[in-house]
């Protein structure tokens, strides 16, 4: 079925033209905020591959060629990739059936080790990036996959930028409002440090904390009231200057809005990697890599099931919720019946986490 290609700038409708002769396209996806990301079959290899087109602006994002060379078992590989003009180009990745980190943030219930473990597969990819000389400045759910081995991988060089000399790079092009890191509004230039940024983020999110993907929630009524009166664009340019303070002001992360069993290790790593002022981060995604290391021996092994659960060696303990205050269930390794822990008085969620913990 041909899809319609009137919504795409010319010179990408051309292209896609072309490339119809190596690939069946069955949809087109408008809805990246940094290009169009079309899904297909490779008509002679059968399988199925996302063509993103990007805007790399002649030099100013990364040579769709240099993309093809990152090979890591965390970054999604490039099977092609070439520019169409001065404006844009375009890679070619497989698809992967078992969709993005968005689909599993909203589908699976993941506990504390597994959101680090997530995490460590994720900041590998970056790691990798950083060492090959990029910056990837568009780490978020939506760009990062679960290939066929369930392992997670970047798979958006949409908005990779080569390392400039100073360690910084000037860039002009936007991508992902909430996930824009404080340096590039105030300064427009990207770092690795960015990327560590991105990251707090992602594990936040993936550790439970609340990040709304719509504009409009991170207004304030008096300021809805105010963005209702405007026409579009300018309501929208006046959400993203909400926003833009926001991060200025380092309030994209809300770390009241995790939830009371979140270890104070990880909030505390999830301050540092956001922090406003890229010198206060962790220096590097190595660093990250190896503090996550270190913390994660002593986490609590907290799952949801859908409530969320303490794993430990000889047992396991349970939280339920009544009425306003919880109280604790035991069950033994062998067992297969939850008993109630009366040493344990009623008690709001916080205290009831810690007292779990400690028994
Ligand atoms: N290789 C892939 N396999 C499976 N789904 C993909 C793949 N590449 C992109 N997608 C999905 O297609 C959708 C659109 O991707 P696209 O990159 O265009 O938008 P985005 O990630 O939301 O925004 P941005 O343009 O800022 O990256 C996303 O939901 C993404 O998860
Ligand atoms: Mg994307």
Request: net charge neutral; aromatic share 8%.
């Amino acid at each position: 079925m041909a899809i319609d290609l009137s919504a795409l700038p010319t010179a990408i409708a051309k292209t896609v033209k072309d490339l119809e002769k190596k690939y069946e396209f069955e949809t087109l996806n408008l809805k990246g905020g940094n290009g169009y990301a079309l899904v297909g079959r490779n008509r002679l290899l059968n399988r199925k591959v996302v063509v993103k087109f990007y805007y790399w602006g002649g030099g100013a994002h990364a040579e769709p060629k240099n993309l093809s060379s990152l090979a890591s078992p965390h970054v999604l590989r490039v099977e092609d990739a070439a520019s169409i003009d001065q404006d844009y180009a375009y890679f070619v990745t497989p698809f992967c059936e078992r969709g993005d980190l968005d689909d599993l943030l909203e589908h699976e219930k993941i506990g504390i080790v597994q959101a680090v473990d997530y995490l460590q597969q994720i900041a590998s990819g970056v790691s990798f990036i950083h060492g090959a000389g990029y910056i990837h400045r568009d780490l978020k759910p939506s760009n990062i996959f679960c290939d066929a081995n369930s392992k997670l991988v970047i798979g958006d060089f949409g908005s990779v930028v080569k390392i400039g000399d100073q360690g910084y790079t000037e860039t002009n092009s936007t991508h992902s409002i909430i996930y824009r890191t404080p340096e590039e509004i105030f300064t427009s230039r990207a770092y690795t440090q960015g990327d560590v940024y991105q990251l707090g983020i992602i594990l936040y999110q993936l550790l439970g904390g609340r990040l709304s993907y719509d504009l409009l929630d991170w207004l304030s009524s008096k300021q809805r009231a105010e963005c209702d009166l405007l026409d579009h664009p300018d309501n929208e340019l006046y959400a993203d200057g909400v926003v833009k303070n926001l991060i200025q002001k380092g309030r994209v992360v809300d770390l009241n809005s995790l939830p009371a069993w979140c270890p104070r290790s990880l909030v505390s790593i999830i301050r540092t990697c956001t922090k406003i002022d890229r010198a206060n981060r962790f220096e590097s995604v190595s660093a990250l890599k190896a503090k996550l290391s270190n913390v994660r021996g002593s986490l609590p092994d907290w799952r949801l099931e859908p409530g969320p659960v303490l794993y430990r060696n000889k047992n396991k303990l349970r939280l339920i919720k009544v009425g306003s205050l919880y109280h604790v269930e035991k069950m033994a390794k062998n067992s297969e019946s939850w008993r109630r822990v009366h040493s344990v008085q009623p008690a709001p969620i916080t205290d009831i986490v810690a007292l779990a913990e400690r028994l």
